[in-house]
Structure formats: structure tokens, C-alpha cells
């Protein structure tokens, strides 16, 4: 950025701001860098009004992004400059050090006005968030309904659809009329979180049904909603785990789901916003315990070198120590090798190839898991399957590398030991190797699932470290068997 840009090409930055980016929104998130060198131009020459302008017509996460790449002593005073709805919306994008950053750096008026604005959902993942010091703070800025409301969605479990639910939705009475439906609709309409659907209740508020809005604009004046509500109801219970509520979002494609208590009260509506934060969540944690790592709940950036350290030594000690199993094989097998030293050269590719097969099942069969796909039942299945493309795995690896060993190892690189037996104990191994591989790959993560643990952390590490043992217990067999050594 030019220390002494004029006036004049400050104006063309921005004219060229707003015909590539604000004329085509689909453009922004790839002009972020434009607009953030224009916006720290304005803020070096304080044109504050012209900053408000450029900023305004952004959605809340492209001007989330923005700040991210701000220092933290300019967020402040962009953040005062945004519309106090806009303002509400980019602090939900801020990440957790941000937003505390900022209400520390609020007056009571201005943290009040914030807190208005949030839909209950986001205060309470601000409240669970924030140091114990903040949360006072929040809390009692808070009007008494509110915090009644985020006290009770914090009783529940930390991963159950209680917990990610908001209590701001639209209920109606069966006998009502579908204009009072309509004005009640109107009345409570800016306080909730979404209209798309209203939910029906009966005096113990049971939820008996619910109205689309289109439904509800398209019918008579006069009609009562207990006669034109859906019946046909879908909900969750508020102890239900996070990702099954996500998942039944994305499978029945809701834009929300009910969530009652086990009296079947409706207590509060899991929204489509949320779910995608629940599935992101689950599957960052499901790729870190598949890489054997400890899950952290910070961005990569935003996680400091000795937390990283903590969640990853762990399970390097723990595979370190289980893959000594390996060299304890290979000192049992030591007098065969010696007789036969060519068979060491040939350790790394079954090792490699037998860790990649049953990565390859693991990571499908979690995936199914994870959809609802596949369930314990399922079990042989599975297996019969995985048995067969094993097969026809290992006989095409087989017999591809048999071609491999005979025309480079024998004849291009003049290697007599490569005799056609050896390569037919390497070929057998892989085959054998494949299929174990496949088979362990498959049924490790649906026990795990069977018996409490997350499949995910039986993925790439384990089932590696696993095979690993597998395929030298069977070389050094078939070898003895067909060596004789």
C-alpha cells in the first residue's frame, strides 16, 4: 500500500471496489484482499464515513474474514462504525479472543445494544465461550428473560440438541384462525429467529403439529389451523446427540427441527445454521482423531505450539510403543532373513500397501458410520464385501507387482536373488495382506462405534500400526512355508 496515495487514486481504489466486488457479490470473498487494502487506506487517513459506506453493503462473514486480518486495535473502531444489526451479526463471525477483546472495550449501553441484537442461540455459544469474569458481565447485561433462557440451555449435556437449540420461534393454538395466526405472527415475528414454519401446541404446549408460512398465507382467513396444520410431525428430544439432530436436518432437508422434552413439550427448534456448525465441528474432530490427534475447538492459527504439542504427543507415544510390536516380528524372524536377505527389501511396499488398504476401508466404513449408512447390524455385510474387492485387489496388485519383480528386479537390474519363488512369496503376501488389511479396516471402526468409542479413532494410524504386525506374520509364514527357511 502507497504511503502517499492521492486523493484522486484513493477515490479510483474505491470506484474500482465497488464495480468488481459490490456489483457482483458472488465476487467478494476473492477481492477480500482489494477491499482490505482500501479499508486500512481509510483508516490511515480517518475517513470514517467512507469506510461505513464501503463496509455496509458486506455480509457478516466476509466482514468477520476482514477483521480477522485487521490488527486487534483497528476492530474496535470498525466494528462501532457498522449498523447495529450488521454490527450484531459480524460479532457472532468474530472468533472467541475477538469478541472478548470487544466487550471488554464496550460501555455497558453499547455491550446492552449488542446482546439485543443476538438471537439466544449465539448468546449462549457467547456465554459458553467467554472467562467466568465476561460471562458475569454478559449476564448482567442481559434482560432477566434472556438469561433465564440461556441458564436453562446450559443445563443441558454439552453435545445434545438441548444445548444447540434457541427457544425463539413461532408457536400457534389449534384453534386458531389463520388470521390470528397472522397478527400473532406479526407481533412476535422480530424477536424470533426464523417463520418459516410455526409450530403448533395444545394448552400443556404437546406438540401436536405445524404450518409452513406458505401454507398459511395461501389458506382462507377463516380457517382454523388444527385443520390445516401438518400431523405428520419429525422432532428430537433435547438429550439427543448434536450430530444425529444435524443429520436428521440435512436428511429430511429442514430448515428447522423441534426439539421436545420427554413429555413431548415443544421447548425450542434446532435451526439449519446451527446443524451446519454442529457437522463442521464433528468433522474437524473426526479428521483430527483420524490423524491421531487430541480434537481442539481452536483455528489452526489460533492454537499456540505447546497445545499443539499436548494434543498430538500423546498418540505419537501411544503408536511409538504399539509399533514395537513390528520390531519384535522381525528379531523373531532374524535368523530367516539372514538366509534369505532379499525378502527385507520387499518389507516397506507390503508394509505400505497393506496400511493404504485398510486406511481405504476404514475411512469408507466411517464415512458410512458417520451418514447413518451402516450400523452394527450391518457387520457381516460389510465384511462379505470387503472380502471380495480385497480379492480382486490383491490378485490385481499380485500379479501386476509379479510382472514388476520378474522384468526390473531379475532382468534390468540383474538381480539373481529375485528368484520366481520369492516373487511368488511377495505375491502371495500381498494378496493375504490386502485381504487382512481390508477386513480389520472394515470392522475395527463399526466395533468401536458397538462398544462406546468413536469409530473415527480407529482410522489411518491404528489400522496402519495393525497391518503393519499382520502382513510380517504372514511373509515370514508363507516364506517358511514355500522357502522353507
Not at 388444527?226 to 405428520?232: A, H, L, P, Q
Request: negative net charge; charged residues 25%; contains cysteine.
Amino acid at each position: 500500500m502507497a504511503e502517499n496515495m492521492t486523493d484522486q487514486e484513493l477515490e479510483e481504489m474505491i470506484e474500482d471496489v465497488y464495480e468488481d466486488v459490490y456489483e457482483d457479490m458472488e465476487n467478494v470473498e476473492e477481492r477480500l484482499d482489494d477491499i482490505l487494502e482500501t479499508v486500512e487506506e481509510l483508516l490511515s487517513r480517518k475517513q470514517y464515513a467512507d469506510l461505513r459506506d464501503l463496509l455496509s453493503p458486506l455480509e457478516a462473514p466476509d466482514i468477520g474474514i476482514l477483521f480477522g486480518d485487521l490488527n486487534n486495535d483497528q476492530i474496535p473502531l470498525l466494528f462501532r462504525l457498522l449498523p447495529k444489526e450488521l454490527a450484531a451479526e459480524v460479532f457472532v463471525e468474530l472468533e472467541s479472543d475477538q469478541q472478548q477483546m470487544l466487550i471488554q472495550g464496550f460501555s455497558n449501553a453499547e455491550l446492552k445494544e449488542v446482546l439485543d441484537e443476538l438471537y439466544l442461540d449465539d448468546a449462549v455459544d457467547l456465554v459458553e465461550e467467554m472467562p467466568a469474569n465476561v460471562v458475569t458481565r454478559i449476564l448482567k447485561h442481559t434482560d432477566p428473560d434472556t438469561r433465564k433462557s440461556i441458564n436453562e440451555i446450559l443445563k443441558y449435556p454439552e453435545d445434545s440438541a438441548g444445548s444447540i437449540m434457541t427457544t425463539e420461534f413461532v408457536d400457534l393454538k389449534e384453534n386458531m384462525t389463520v388470521e390470528d395466526a397472522l397478527k400473532r405472527i406479526r407481533r412476535t415475528a422480530p424477536d424470533k429467529e426464523t417463520i418459516n414454519v410455526c409450530y403448533v401446541i395444545d394448552e400443556r404446549r404437546h406438540l401436536i403439529g405445524y404450518l409452513s408460512i406458505r401454507r398459511l398465507l395461501l389458506a382462507e382467513e377463516d380457517d382454523i389451523i388444527g385443520e390445516i396444520m401438518e400431523k405428520s410431525l419429525i422432532a428430537v428430544q433435547t438429550l439427543d446427540d448434536q450430530e444425529t439432530t444435524a443429520q436428521a436436518l440435512s436428511k429430511y432437508d429442514f430448515l428447522a427441527l423441534p426439539v421436545v422434552d420427554t413429555e413431548n413439550r415443544l421447548v425450542g427448534i434446532v435451526t439449519v445454521d446451527d446443524a451446519m456448525d454442529v457437522i463442521e465441528e464433528e468433522t474437524t474432530e473426526d479428521f483430527e482423531k483420524m490423524a491421531a490427534m487430541l480434537p481442539s475447538d481452536k483455528p489452526y492459527l489460533k492454537t499456540g505450539v505447546f497445545e499443539t504439542w499436548k494434543a498430538r504427543t500423546p498418540w505419537l507415544l501411544m503408536l511409538m510403543l504399539s509399533a514395537t510390536f513390528t520390531g519384535i516380528i522381525l528379531t523373531h524372524f532374524e535368523s530367516a532373513l539372514m538366509s534369505c536377505a532379499i525378502l527385507t527389501s520387499f518389507i516397506p511396499m507390503l508394509s505400505g500397501t497393506g496400511g493404504n488398504s485398510g486406511t481405504q476401508a476404514s475411512t469408507a466404513v466411517i464415512r458410512a458410520l458417520s451418514l447413518d449408512e451402516v450400523r452394527f447390524s450391518d457387520l457381516f455385510h460389510v465384511l462379505w464385501k470387503e472380502l471380495r474387492v480385497s480379492l480382486c485387489c490383491g490378485v490385481c496388485l499380485a500379479g501386476a507387482n509379479f510382472i514388476k519383480m520378474m522384468l526390473v528386479d531379475r532382468m534390468l537390474l540383474n538381480n539373481p536373488d529375485v528368484t520366481v519363488w520369492v516373487a511368488l512369496v511377495v505375491c502371495a503376501t500381498l494378496v493375504c495382506t490386502v485381504l487382512c488389511a481390508k477386513l480389520v479396516g472394515c470392522a475395527m471402526p463399526i466395533l468401536a462405534e458397538k462398544i462406546g468409542f468413536d469409530p473415527a479413532v480407529m482410522a489411518s494410524p491404528f489400522i496402519t500400526t495393525i497391518v503393519d504386525a499382520l502382513s510380517l506374520l504372514i511373509y515370514f509364514e508363507i516364506a517358511s512355508s514355500i522357502l522353507g527357511i
